[in-house]
């Protein structure tokens, strides 16, 4: 069932929201050649405590999972789609990486989930086009998060888009979609990013929703790591984009809570 959130309770989600943004905005300035995931992790964790919010994912441990998440940060290097850690295999950053950063926090008690996707250095064209496809549907997809629209039509817009000028190489992750959040990390409704013709559940005023698309340059299978149990990587060894944000139904329309 969808919880529909409070005006009060979005309001103190687009305050959060706006911390985690500028976390978010640090974090990109500092994927630069030679960077080490631990620290963006370490500085994520120090940025957080000035900011007067906490890392939702440290710790976490949701259902299947064989322990709980040991980073403040999913930190997802080139063929790492998402879930990556940061902070025990040291992951150095080269020019032409493709990295996901992606963030949980929690400020007065509600959780905001964002995630950027960083071109590191000296980016190919075909590596910057994927990131720049997956931002395009991102935006898509939140335009149609509108009161009574069933969630398919979010999907359905991202794959439109992903689909549409010529991008129809891309591959969609059709296991790993977005979700409600806001009093957990995980809520009702699931959000794939893709059509699925479903015509329920649909968004009531109040839904706060992560839309999440994850696309890619080869093969739409993925893998759970089996040396971490918590990296989702791509079958192939291709490149691997994810962006993010938390958003609000609204009678004015989407609210994105995660933007400065």
Known sequence: MIRP???????TLREG???????????REKCIPGARSSELEDLTRKLCQ????TPAFLNYQPDGASYPFPAALCFSVNDEIVHGIPNQTDKILQSGDVVTVDLGVIYEGLITDAAITVGVGELSPENKALILAAEQSLSAGIAKAVINNPVSKIGAAIERSIRSNGHHRYAIYRGLVGHG??????????IPNFDTRDRYPVLPEGAVIAIEPMIGLGSPKFELDDTDDWTYKTVDGSIAAHVEHTVAVTADGPLILTAL
């Open 17 to 27: 929201g706006r911390r985690h943004a500028e976390i978010l905005a640090r974090l």
């Open 5 to 11: 959130k409070t005006k009060a309770e979005i309001a």
């Open 181 to 190: 959040v806001g009093y957990e990390v995980h809520e009702e409704p699931n």
């Open 50 to 53: 000035e900011l007067g919010v």
